[in-house]
């Protein structure tokens, strides 16, 4: 059974840190192109970050590039997000996802994945 389970989100101070991580289980993450997505009420949800399997190439969207840092361990089947720096406005429920098909076999900042975690909250507040 294919399955996401990301965690790791909290209530956290301006200027502070979270790492995000999501497990998979049921397939292999170091063969599938992986992304963090967020989403906000009222809003639609938003690529953060992505990271492709094929030459580890990264994207991020603009208003996290220098703080947000997606990885992986294969060895544990587990991704990462580590955020530093957070702002008020990165307050969203957070997503893992996995298994995206793309023309360049890059990963992508749409959210085109085919596995999804439940999310976990991430609020940034003093």
């Known amino acids: 059974q294919v399955q996401l389970v990301d965690s790791g989100g909290g209530l956290v101070q301006p200027g502070g840190s979270l790492r995000l991580s999501c497990a998979a289980s049921?397939?292999?993450?170091?063969?599938?192109?992986i992304g963090w997505f967020r989403k906000v009420p009222g809003k639609e949800r938003e690529g953060v970050s992505c990271?492709?399997?094929?030459?580890?190439?990264?994207d991020y969207t603009d208003s996290v590039k220098g703080r947000f840092t997606i990885s992986r361990d294969i060895a544990k089947n587990t991704m990462y997000l580590q955020m530093d720096g957070l702002k008020p406005e990165d307050t969203a429920v957070y997503y893992c996802a996995a298994n995206s098909k793309t023309p360049s076999g890059l990963c992508t900042l749409h959210a085109i994945y085919d596995y999804w975690g439940q999310g976990t909250q991430v609020t940034v507040s003093s």
């Open positions: 049921g397939f292999t993450l170091a063969e599938q192109n």
């Open positions: 990271l492709s399997h094929s030459d580890g190439s990264s």
